[in-house]
């Protein structure tokens, strides 16, 4: 197989987010023949029945950005301001040491107070890549 007309070769830039037990979001800049760039934002949720991975994709070109990132802030914005704003919405984006300070490393009981938190994003890699 030549690796170098293999699709999944044209990521030059890779993050990836889990939330969740089952669920995983990848935000993958991609580069297309004609040496320009777009953005695809995949979902990535473990079938209940164990057997597989269900995907679903966004494609985002550089000329929707701006007006996509712009929506994209006013309905986040009308979901925390108008439809919940008693929601604490910085209750998963405490960082680890909040949660996790066990001596040399260990795993402390949980603090029932505080939810698990979410990983941090870190970049993927061809091997972690569930889709």
Not at 41 to 48: A, D, F, G, I, V
Not at 55 to 79: C, G, N, T
């Amino acid at each position: 197989m030549d690796l170098d007309n293999n699709p999944r070769n044209d990521s030059v830039y890779s993050l990836k987010m889990k939330a969740g037990k089952r669920r995983t979001y990848f935000f993958d800049v991609r580069k297309t023949k004609g040496e320009d760039f777009y953005l695809t934002l995949t979902e990535s949720t473990k079938r209940m029945n164990g057997d597989g991975y269900e995907r679903h994709k966004l494609f985002l070109y550089k000329e929707d950005f701006h007006r996509f990132l712009s929506h994209l802030q006013e309905a986040i914005d009308h979901v925390k301001n108008d439809l919940l704003p008693e929601y604490d919405y910085d209750e998963f984006n405490r960082p680890y040491d909040e949660y996790y300070e066990g001596p040399e490393g260990e795993m402390p009981a949980r603090n029932p107070d505080f939810p698990t938190p979410p990983p941090p994003p870190t970049e993927a890699t061809e091997d972690d890549m569930t889709w």
